[in-house]
């Protein structure tokens, strides 16, 4: 297993490379000079110049790809064009946000959907996994921003349980663990519903797949409890695809915020590219993907290990 692991990690500066090709492409095959438009139409020629050849905007691209690709090996990301501070600056007050965001969305997907995926296989085809069907179905059908504003209106507004901003602010600090964990109520659930619906529907199917299998028939044979089966042998086998799917979900979290952190205005990455976007910021753009693409790897790396302690037969076989 750990040979297998060791595999993965050779191969991820190879697929950041490819990473760090594809998104510099991108951005820059995008329309809009960042200089003019951060400057302005009206500045004058000298100055535009001035400050593109302070950014290496005045090199040809190949050149301008291998100074970025020379600073990344350094850890240095290059300076936001807009806001001109480092972008591991940027990076040090975002990325913990959106982390603890995307922690309480996966938090809040997995005590609803592990519970609700075991039951609805357990009670298959009753009306208990009917409504856990159609809960799953509402979940993909909602947009997170249009839940996000529902449940604003019903428990900020209305019943005034949860606040609408305050994440990232320091006057939550004296408040105790629940002023600190309030803001990120409403934006989790928001966030992690369609989660919950992947992985309820995933776990459900992988639940009544394991438990047709000829093992359980035997483990009920046996006379084992109820209990032990459902939990030791069925849970147990089923969780293997739920492990990839969540660290696979994890990692998409962190990137795609963006409308959860503009309706509660949050200050995290998700904020932070879309305005690096529309700024043509270069490099806020890619070095937040590389982070985002770094996630993706040690997610997938982490699913890799923890199949071996679901499953110690994969461990075996790698």
Do not use: C
């Amino acid at each position: 297993m750990w040979g297998h692991v060791v595999k993965r990690l050779i191969q991820a500066p190879l697929i950041l490379l490819i990473v760090s090709a594809a998104i510099f492409a991108i951005t820059r095959a995008t329309p809009g000079d960042p200089i003019q438009i951060m400057l302005g139409s009206q500045t004058s020629p000298d100055a535009v110049a001035a400050l593109r050849s302070v950014f290496r905007l005045d090199e040809p691209l190949h050149i301008q790809f291998f100074f970025w690709l020379g600073d990344l090996l350094r850890g240095d990301f290059g300076n936001s064009i807009r806001l001109n501070i480092p972008v591991l600056e940027l990076l040090s007050e975002r990325l913990p946000i959106s982390l603890t965001l995307a922690g309480s969305a996966m938090f809040f997907a997995f005590i609803v959907s592990i519970p609700l995926g075991i039951i609805a296989a357990i009670k298959r085809n009753t009306w208990i996994d009917y409504l856990a069907t159609g809960y799953t179905l509402l979940g993909f059908a909602i947009p997170n921003f249009a839940l996000a504003i529902v449940l604003i209106y019903i428990f900020s507004i209305q019943l005034g349980w949860f606040p609408i901003t305050g994440i990232g602010s320091s006057s939550n600090v004296g408040e105790g663990v629940w002023g600190m964990v309030r803001p990120y109520v409403l934006p989790a659930v928001a966030l992690g519903t369609l989660q919950t619906a992947v992985f309820t529907r995933l776990l459900r199917s992988s639940m009544i797949d394991v438990l047709t299998q000829d093992y359980i028939r035997t483990a009920h044979a046996k006379g084992l409890r109820p209990s032990t089966i459902l939990i030791i042998h069925a849970l147990r086998n089923a969780m293997i695809p739920f492990v990839t799917m969540a660290a696979i979900q994890f990692a998409y979290l962190i990137g795609a915020q963006v409308t959860i952190e503009y309706t509660f205005a949050i200050p995290g990455m998700g904020s932070a590219i879309l305005s690096a976007v529309v700024n043509r910021d270069f490099p806020v753009v890619q070095g937040f993907v590389i982070i985002v693409a770094i996630f993706f790897l040690i997610a997938n790396i982490v699913a890799d290990i923890l199949y071996s302690v679901i499953d110690p037969r994969i461990r075996h076989e790698s």
